[in-house]
Nanobody
Framework: QVQLVESGGGLVQPGGSLRLSCAASGFTFSSYAMSWYRQVPGKERELVATITSAGGRINYADSVKGRFTISRDNAKNTVYLQMNSLRPEDTAVYYC?????????????WGQGTQVTVSS
């Protein structure tokens, strides 16, 4: 059974930091690109950051560059999102995503999400 379980969300003041974790199970984690998305009610889900399967390539949304860092530990089947200098506009539900494509097949999994609220 595939599972992506996010943790680490919460309430933080502007300028503060949080680290999100996503623990994966039920699939070959090291073969999947991992991403973090976020969504605000009434808006489309937004890609925040992506890291390739071996960690060799990383991309960020312009809105988080220089503030957020994505990383992964393939030995622990876990992906992280370190979020620094948080702003009220970072408030959203953050989702973990796993994606692979090969042999004509696309496999994609989502976590349930974790709420991040940035407010004084």
């Amino acid at each position: 059974q595939v599972q992506l379980v996010e943790s680490g969300g919460g309430l933080v003041q502007p300028g503060g930091s949080l680290r999100l974790s996503c623990a994966a199970s039920g699939f070959t984690f090291s073969s999947y690109a991992m991403s973090w998305y976020r969504q605000v009610p009434g808006k489309e889900r937004e890609l925040v950051a992506t890291i390739t399967s071996a960690g060799g390539r990383i991309n960020y949304a312009d809105s988080v560059k220089g503030r957020f860092t994505i990383s992964r530990d393939n030995a622990k089947n876990t992906v992280y999102l370190q979020m620094n200098s948080l702003r009220p506009e970072d408030t959203a539900v953050y989702y973990c995503n796993a994606f692979s494509m090969g042999d004509g097949r696309i496999n994609e999994y989502w976590g349930q999400g974790t709420q991040v609220t940035v407010s004084s």
